[in-house]
């Protein structure tokens, strides 16, 4: 996914068609770890494709498939309770946290006696 951003940042600054070099020597420059073989499977993927139609493609695809998650359907009516069709929540039972400080100092180094702040 890096050297997808970064190829996609690169086209937006100018560069047209960006190189592996031209990604690894952003990706450099950033402090990030450049995996060639991904990157040069990516380059040569998109090699000698408009960058604007792949994206126009992809989300075209992106509303024929639909973004998943769904509406909560109104109630047929009827004598049932809503309560019936909705799964029943199974509520676990709370675990009593533990202060990992308990009885140690607290982070200005008192000894948590309360005293004057």
Do not use: C, Q, W
């Not at 047209?16 to 990604?23: G, I, M």
């Not at 040569?44 to 998943?68: F, N, P, R, T, Y």
């Amino acid at each position: 996914m890096r050297h997808l951003a970064v190829y996609l940042m690169l086209v937006i600054g100018g560069n047209a068609a960006p190189t592996a070099e031209d990604v690894t020597n952003a990706l450099s420059a950033a402090g990030v770890e450049v995996d060639t073989e991904r990157l040069n499977t990516l380059v040569a993927e998109l090699a000698g494709k408009d960058i604007e139609e792949l994206i126009a493609l992809g989300s075209e695809k992106l509303m024929v498939g639909g973004g998943g998650g769904g509406g909560v359907a109104a109630g047929a009516g009827g004598d049932a309770p809503a309560a019936d069709s909705a799964p029943a929540v199974v509520e676990k039972p709370k675990e009593e946290e533990v202060d990992a400080l308990a009885g140690g100092m607290d982070m200005f180094g008192g000894d948590g006696g309360g005293g004057d702040y």
